[in-house]
């Protein structure tokens, strides 16, 4: 029979129900274990937590830098948006106006030669 080494009873996992994020913030120490190792370190309480603050501080305006950034380019992509709509909207009108255009010399065009076909018909008459 193996004998279980100190090490291995120290970390030997005890059933226990967990959540998921339970299981990312369990820790074998508890936080006065943590506070007796940081001090025999040489970290006091106060400026760790100082420390803290001071990363806290640091990401959070990582974070609003990030968001001003987004909200910029959301603003420019908006921007642009607007722009191609105009322009859209521009190219339709155009592309309509031409259509009608197109129709109306198309509709001239077809009076145009059923008056030749007309003037045609009635000199074959005169003539002939």
């Not at 100190?6 to 059933?15: M, N, V």
């Not at 820790?27 to 943590?34: L, S, V």
């Not at 322009?87 to 197109?102: D, G, V």
């Amino acid at each position: 029979m193996a004998m279980a080494s100190p090490q291995s009873e120290r970390l030997a996992i005890t059933p226990s129900p967990t959540t998921p994020g339970s299981r990312v913030l369990r820790t074998p120490f508890t936080d006065e274990a943590i506070w007796k190792r940081l001090r025999e370190a040489g970290f006091d309480e106060e400026s760790v937590k100082r420390r803290d603050k001071a990363s806290l501080i640091a990401y959070i305006a990582k974070l609003e830098a990030e968001i001003y950034d987004h909200q910029h380019h959301m603003g420019l992509l908006i921007l642009e948006r607007k722009e191609w709509v105009s322009k859209h909207e521009q190219i339709k009108a155009s592309a309509e106006s031409a259509e009608l255009i197109y129709k109306r010399d198309q509709a001239a065009h077809s009076s145009a030669l059923a008056e030749a076909r007309k003037r045609e018909d009635n000199l074959k008459k005169a003539l002939g």
